[in-house]
C-alpha cells in the first residue's frame, strides 16, 4: 500500500478552521484518499474521501493537490467535540482493507 | 444508520480463560466485517477478515487457532479470544462494510477494552 506522512499532532482554537495535511508522494492512479477519526477511547469514524476533485460534506471538506500528492482535510470550524486522531488512508479502487497509519492528534482549545 | 455495535464494552477476565466478543451491524446487512487490535498509544492493526459464511482470512501473524472469528450471519460476527494471556490486553475493534450500500465505506463499533489479569 501507498504510505502516507501526517504531522503528530495538531493544536487549534475552538471555532476556527482546521488544515490537516497529508503526503502521498507515492499515490497510484487509482487510489482514493480517505479520511477516518477515532474519539478518544471509540472506534474510528468515517469523515470524508475523494479521488481527483475537492469534497464536501456535512462534517468537513477534503482538498486534493492537482498532482495528487498531498491532500487537506478542512474542518470549517472546530469543536471541542473534534478533538480526536485523524487519519489519512489511501485505499486502492479493488481494495476492501484499510491500513492505519499513526495519524494526527487534534487538539481543540476552548 | 449505518450503526455497527459491540458486546461487550469492557471485559476482565483471569489468564487461562476465553473471552467472546460480539460485533452486530444493526440497520445494515454486513456482507464483509474486519476485527482490529489496538495497543495504547498506538494505532489500530488489522487482525482478520470474515466474509459471511466463509472462513475468516487473518493478517500475517495472528494466530488463527488464539483469535476464532464466527461469521455465521449477515449481522453478526463473533471474536474468541482463547487461553487469553495478559499480553492479549488490547482494545478490539470491528467494523463492517456493506457492498450493497456504500462500497467505500467501513463502518465501526465502539470496540472492547479487554483486560486479562
Known amino acids: 500500500d501507498a504510505k502516507t506522512t501526517q504531522p503528530n499532532s495538531m493544536e487549534s482554537n475552538e471555532e476556527e478552521p482546521v488544515h490537516l495535511p497529508c503526503n502521498h508522494s507515492?499515490?497510484?492512479?487509482?487510489?482514493?484518499i480517505h479520511w477516518y477519526r477515532q474519539l478518544p477511547s471509540q472506534g474510528p469514524e468515517y469523515v470524508i474521501h475523494?479521488?481527483?476533485s475537492n469534497v464536501n460534506n456535512r462534517m468537513a471538506s477534503l482538498a486534493i493537490a492537482e498532482d495528487r500528492k498531498s491532500s487537506t482535510l478542512i474542518l470549517h470550524r472546530a469543536t471541542l467535540r473534534d478533538a480526536a486522531v485523524y487519519y489519512c488512508?489511501?485505499?486502492?479502487?479493488?481494495?476492501?482493507?484499510?491500513?492505519f497509519g499513526k495519524g494526527t492528534k487534534l487538539s481543540v482549545i476552548p | 444508520g449505518a450503526v455497527v455495535s459491540q458486546h461487550p464494552s469492557r471485559v476482565i477476565c483471569k489468564s487461562g480463560t476465553s473471552v467472546k466478543i460480539e460485533c452486530r451491524s444493526l440497520d445494515f446487512q454486513a456482507t464483509t466485517m474486519f476485527w482490529y487490535r489496538q495497543f495504547p498509544k498506538q494505532s489500530l492493526m488489522l487482525m482478520a477478515t470474515s466474509n459471511e459464511g466463509s472462513k475468516a482470512t487473518y493478517e500475517q501473524g495472528v494466530e488463527k487457532d488464539k483469535f476464532l472469528i464466527n461469521h455465521a450471519s449477515l449481522t453478526l460476527s463473533t471474536l474468541t479470544v482463547t487461553s487469553a494471556h495478559p499480553e492479549d490486553s488490547s482494545f478490539y475493534i470491528c467494523s463492517a462494510k456493506n457492498y450493497f450500500r456504500d462500497l467505500d465505506t467501513q463502518y465501526f463499533g465502539p470496540g472492547t477494552r479487554l483486560t486479562v489479569l
Open positions: 507515492t499515490i497510484s492512479g487509482t487510489d482514493y
Open positions: 488512508i489511501l485505499k486502492g479502487a479493488g481494495s476492501y482493507q484499510l491500513t
Open positions: 475523494g479521488l481527483t
